[in-house]
């Protein structure tokens, strides 16, 4: 496995392959990683001749400067993981090489509407930072497939978007959420988590599962069971930070023709803030 840290190497490699007529596969991701991770390099390896990840903690879409000093930087071990999952190339570069002039005056990409939205608005500017590098990530590793996490379902949503108005001729593959088996979705953060609150932690999907099922049954008083599950949520230790139910496709309030919505939570525990998802078919 390559483990490349400068633009020019990588652009080498790149070259190479296309050459070779390789189909490429891309994972971006900001390390500190886990089986969720893992699951996204597998589905890759599946679709194409060469994988290639990425390990880069993106400055720009962190709203607070604590936040980002203390995100977890395992460079050694996730490149050990990639390398038995079979990865051909490590991109690893630094703050330097994506923004060699800084990130102030950098170009952005910035979704509209999209990106304001739910998680958006609790994150000011979070989105903005995702897409510009996910964008420049892009047209440096020229992928023809690129797999990204459903946990973060506006995420994909807002990558969906930027590839087709933008034009890039990239696959975009949504891989669904991999959970612990006390159902918690799997996220670099959870590491924040003590371990009586990894007791706790759980319960964010309990929440939503009684949701989901009050959905299915057919109930539409949308403001009456956030406000209810915001309560439990409560009860049960966490600190809600944003429920929504949302159409699916639009992330627009559900309406009478929505065939499908989705569940999007966030509540803080402890340090952590947890966010999981769940979609519900509003035709049966």
Excluded at 4 to 12: A, G, Y
Excluded at 53 to 65: E, G, K, L, T, Y
Excluded at 117 to 124: D, F, I, Q
Excluded at 198 to 218: C, D, T, W, Y
Aim: hydrophobic share 45%; with cysteine.
């Amino acid at each position: 496995m390559l483990i490349i840290e400068t633009v020019p190497m990588l652009r080498r490699e790149i070259r190479r392959w296309r050459q070779e007529g390789k189909r490429i596969a891309f994972v971006p991701t900001m390390g500190n990683l886990h089986d969720g991770h893992m699951t996204l390099v597998d589905e890759a390896r599946a679709r194409a001749d060469i994988v290639i990840a990425s390990i880069f903690v993106n400055p720009m879409q962190f709203d607070r400067a604590d936040d980002l000093a203390r995100y977890p930087r395992t460079l050694q071990e996730d490149c050990e993981k990639l390398n038995r999952r079979g990865v051909d190339l490590v991109f690893s570069p630094s703050p330097a090489d994506i923004y060699p002039h800084g990130v102030a005056t950098h170009t952005f990409v910035d979704v509209p509407v999209l990106s304001e939205l739910l998680e958006g608005a609790s994150r000011p500017g979070h989105f903005r930072g995702m897409a510009t590098v996910v964008s420049k990530l892009f047209n440096l590793v020229q992928p023809d497939l690129a797999c990204f996490g459903e946990k973060d379902f506006q995420q994909l949503a807002i990558v969906r978007k930027m590839v087709a108005d933008m034009g890039y001729d990239i696959d975009i593959v949504g891989v669904p959420t991999v959970r612990a088996k006390d159902v918690l979705a799997l996220s670099s953060r959870n590491g924040y988590l003590t371990a009586e609150e990894r007791k706790i932690a759980p319960a964010l999907h309990q929440v939503m599962q009684s949701l989901a099922e009050q959905l299915a049954n057919g109930e539409r008083h949308i403001d009456e069971m956030i406000a209810a599950a915001e309560e439990t949520l409560q009860q049960r230790g966490l600190r809600a930070d944003g429920l929504a139910i949302c159409d699916a496709e639009t992330l627009q309030p559900l309406t009478v023709d929505s065939k499908r919505a989705v569940i999007l939570m966030a509540a803080w525990l402890g340090s952590a803030r947890l966010i999981d998802n769940q979609q519900v078919d509003l035709t049966q």
